[in-house]
DNA sequence: GACACATGTTAGAGTCGGCTAACGTAAGTA
DNA sequence: TACTTACGTTAGCCGACTCTAACATGTGTC
C-alpha cells in the first residue's frame, strides 16, 4: 500500500498493461491472461503483487476470481507526483523571476 | 526518457531520495552521497540512472558535477498517472450514478 | 462421488539490479 | 611534474524478480 510498492508494481510493463485493462471493466484472470503471451501463472503472480499494492480489487465468482482497478490505490502515488512537480515548477518560476530581475537591474544600470 | 525508464529508476527509494534532495537546489554528487550510508560509487550509478531516465540534469563545475531536479522528466509519468485517475475516478461516478438511477426507480416503485 | 473448469501456489532456472572494492580520469594546486 | 580532490566506471557478488512447469485448491455439474 506505500508508495514504494506501487512503484515497483508499476515498474513492470505487464503489470501496467494489466492496470489498463481492468480499469474501465471488470475482468476474469483468464480473460486477462488472456491478452498476453506468458503462462497464466505469470499473470497470476502479477495479479498478487497489484493486489498487494492496492492498485487492483479481487472480488470471487464462483470458481472465478474478477478483478478491477482501485483508483484510490494510486492517491499516495499521485500526491509524490504532484508535489514533486509543482515544487519543482515553482522553482523554475522562482528562477525566471530572478533572471528577470537581473536583467531589470542590468538595464538600469546602462 | 520512457514511462518505463522514469518508473523503474523512482522504484528505487533511494533514488527517491535523490530526486527530493535535488530538487530545490543544485548538488554535487559528493553532496548527495554524504547524505547516505552506501559508497559513492553507489550514487554515482544512481545518479547515471536518473540522468537517462531525464529527471536530473546534470552540469559541470571544474572538477564537480553538479545535479538538479528536471520536472519535465516527469511530464510523461504525470500524464500517465493523471489519466490514469481521472479515468478510473470517472468509472466511479458512473456507477455511483446508475446506483442512485436504481434507488430511484426502487422509490418510485414503491 | 467423479469430473471438468478456473485459478492459485510452489520450485527452480535464468536474469536483473544494487552494492562494494578497485581502478581510471579529469581538474585544480603547489 | 607530482599530488590531491571529485567523480565515473568496471568486475563480481548476492539478493530480488520474472518466468515456466508441475502440483494444489476450490467451484460447479452430472
Redesign the interface.
Known sequence: MSV?NQ??A??E?HR?RI??LV??RELAAGEIAAHFDVTRSAISQHLTVLKEAGLVVERRDGARRLYL???SG?AG??KF??R??T???A??AEEAEAEARRDESTDRAR
Chains 1, 2 share one sequence.
Open positions: 514504494d512503484l515497483r508499476l515498474a510493463p501496467r492496470l489498463e480499469r474501465d482497478a482501485e483508483p494510486l502515488l499521485k507526483v504532484d514533486f512537480w515544487t519543482s515548477l522553482r523554475l
